[in-house]
């Protein structure tokens, strides 16, 4: 300024010519700087807005580690050793006293009565309007298992302070930072006033149009911020870089102490942290609360990785089982696989999916891998005369369109010649398999095969290699699922459950001649039986499709519990669990066309069936007698 106060401050080019400034050539930024050095600033706009900040939720496992590595500088290891000590109980004088709720958790739920004593305490402690209006709810991520709290202490009366007598430094600390999260968490949001004000810098005549600004904050309203302190601004993020600014005028002129023009180049990605490899495996659904701290120990104790200032560096043997596994075991080790996991445990627990189809679909990709893994190499030389042999083949068949990806053979051979002379990879048995099956597919096209074949060394392959047929059985299925009204797709979890999309799927792979997967097969037969009610004349289809082979003894306990459902009219109203809907109904139907289909039902879902039969036992007549006969619970009370 050129008046008091005289205080230097930083402004930033924000524009040019009224577009975002961008400046991607060191010529570009000489030439503009060189041009500035001429020109005067003038204040040309400023504007003030207030914002709303709410605090951040409550602790779970994740965060906790993350914090207690950034702020603390504990890892996460030990971060969970001592929030078990604080968990597990403190003796106080009066005997051992758990500080802290359970801290495996990825639950952001806080009790009613926690949110009560909260809000008591604030009220006394800081003043009414530090309570929020209302009281401040946190979503969990899908997925999340609500058995748990979040992590907050068990007393909030209990301040930091009144332990630091009893407490070791590092437990003190970690209480210290649970206790002011969760205090905060349930806090009035804090009110900031920003000012952003814009400079020109004047041209002389009709030369471009170079706009800065400067941006300031003050908070009006602590809020939450009373209690976890005040929030500076992320110093890696330009755009928030701010400044103390003095008053200014809209036509005020300044004096310009310095032009500055600095250099940046991309950078990298940074290594992982302890912390940031945490969030790293919670954003992409890998391991669980309780396995977060393990996995960061083991890649350490395993010498896996190194940890110095908090960074962790692979090490050569962590680099070798990387590339040993990436390349023989690489969907198995993918992190979409992994998270896709979670996912079906997930869904096996509330009953959605049968777990023996998991296991069957899992047993059968996993045999695969391990044989590839374990597999002998392949000769490059010999593979290249199997390419050198198809290249005769011209007519292919049409390929099939799913979605966007094309099918068939020949997009098949085109992708593994790319992967093998374009990216150098080594083919696996598999491929090579079946390369060799392609060739006895279309020898017809392929002059003197059978002794191109025998020079190679693959005589004794091709004289064996067949075309699997598609069964006759898979045929009568998809065209019996072709005029059923298929359910409407559901969400479970992060995945889409679509009975039509992978119907329609298989569909395109039987036309393109490949014959379906034993784990294929089992999920398109529970598909089958699913919509059985559809399907004219399905009892005399049953051998015909082969699923009579699939039947189990009808056990007659289980044909009693599904009639007794059949007293209920007057139904609970649907409920919703994190992210998803769960109706007693829709549960119950499920399970009784499953019965009427399979003749069976899992143990699970057997005992989720006698649960709900004792949810409605009011409507159940002589339920007491019913109960002994065929042991059931005890008549719960009636759900409102």
Known sequence: KLVDPLDPFVLRLHRINGEKAEIKEEKQATAIFEELQKRALVVSDISIREISKRAYPPFITSSLQQSASSVLRISPARTMALAQQLYEGINLGSGETGLITYMRTDSFF???????QCKTFIEQNYGKEYVPATPNFYKSR?????AHEAIRPTDVQMKPESLAHILNPQQLKLYKLIWERFVASQMAPARISQRSVEFDAQPEGNGEQYTFRATASTIVFPGYMRVSGVEKPNSKDEDSDESVMPALEVGEKLETLEWLSERKETKPPARYSEAS????????????PSTYAQILSTLNSRKYVTIE???LTPTELGMKLYQFLVTNLDALFNVGFTANMEEELDSIEDGSVEWTDML??????FTE???????HKTDPVKVAGLFELLKNVENWPEPVKSGKRLLGDKVFYDSI???FEEEQKQLSERQESVLINLIKKYEKQ???VAEAMSKLGYSEAYATAEHVPVRDSTQVKLKCLENVQFDEPIQQGGKKKDDRAFVESLRLQVTTGRSLSTAQLTVLNSITRKYASQIPNFKELESEMELDNAKQPIDPNTVRLVEIMKNVTTWNPPVKRGNRKWSDQAFYESLANQFANRGALSPKQVASLCKMISKYAEQIPEYEKIAGELDLPKKQQKSS
């Not at 899908?142 to 609500?146: M, T």
């Not at 490899?277 to 669980?288: C, Q």
């Open 309 to 311: 200032k908090r960074v």
């Open 446 to 448: 392929i002059p003197d």
């Open 142 to 146: 899908a997925g999340a298992q609500e």
């Open 369 to 375: 891998w391990l044989s590839v893994a374990s597999a």
């Open 360 to 365: 069957a679909k899992f047993y059968e990709q």
């Open 417 to 419: 010649r790319k992967q």
């Open 277 to 288: 490899l945490v969030r790293a495996l919670e954003e992409h659904g890998i391991g669980r």
């Open 110 to 116: 806080v009790s009613a009565e926690a949110r009560g």
